[in-house]
């Protein structure tokens, strides 16, 4: 069964050093999402992606984050400065359409230092 | 802004009980209302999606239902098993506007279960 794959599954940085991370949806799926969960709290969505650009995004999503679909398969998020409150597990996610199911990755967590 | 909460917060049971956990929300100007199953270090599988129009969704031993008017939905897990022990998530997708908010899934902090064999 196809599914989403995140990497790296740990990261481990210093404040204020820029982190990549990294995703690779399920191939047919045309809307991918970050989403975040920090230790102890609730999912949070950051930021949704259709066509190339940014459909919706979160009060969470500053201008320190991006996401880029820089081939045909990968979807990244990238933290510009870390900050220590950055350190949480981060989701992708991917869906047929808007409307679908939408399916998670196994999550990538990062710790800021 | 739409909250949403679960209760309880954990839930503890013993193999082959029937259990219901519980999901509540503020705005019922909801698109769909999704269940997930969360394992510890894992990411979130999707259990059930009702949408708004929809009262209930079967899964095998599972069957979510909404009430929008409320702002409730439950799910009801038939014949616990060990298996089953996880963290469950209540999602809401709102209805959004013209200017957006469609695609903003608010989370409750989930219910976190224990099925004892």
């Known amino acids: 069964e196809p599914e989403v794959t995140q990497t790296p599954s740990h990261q481990v940085t210093q404040m204020g050093q820029e982190v990549i991370l990294h995703c690779v949806p399920i191939?047919?799926?045309?809307?991918f999402y970050w989403y975040r969960q920090i230790l102890g709290q609730k999912v949070e969505f950051l930021v949704s992606f259709y066509n190339n650009e940014i459909s919706e995004k979160s009060e969470i999503f500053d201008d320190q984050f991006s996401v880029e679909r820089p081939d045909g398969s990968n979807f990244t998020l990238k933290i510009r400065s870390t900050k220590l409150e950055d350190s949480a597990m981060y989701f992708c996610a991917s869906s047929l359409t808007v409307q679908e199911t939408q399916y998670f990755g196994p999550g990538t967590r990062l710790l800021v230092l | 802004k739409q909250e949403v909460t679960q209760i309880p917060a954990a839930l503890s049971v013993p193999e082959g009980e029937n259990l219901v956990l519980n999901c509540s929300f503020t705005d019922s100007a909801i698109y769909n209302l999704q269940w997930f199953r969360q394992d510890p270090g894992k990411g979130l599988t999707s259990l059930l999606l009702?949408?708004?129009?929809?009262r209930e969704q079967t899964s095998g031993r599972l069957n979510a239902s909404l009430d929008k008017s409320s702002g409730r939905s439950t799910l009801y897990i038939a014949a616990s098993q060990p298996g089953d022990s996880a963290t469950y998530l209540c999602?809401?997708?709102?209805?959004?506007?013209?200017?957006?908010?469609?695609?903003?899934?608010?989370f409750g902090i989930g219910t976190k279960l224990q099925v004892i064999p």
């Open positions: 191939s047919n799926h045309l809307y």
């Open positions: 999602a809401v997708r709102p209805l959004g506007s013209k200017s957006g908010g469609y695609q903003k899934v608010t």
């Open positions: 009702i949408q708004s129009s929809q």
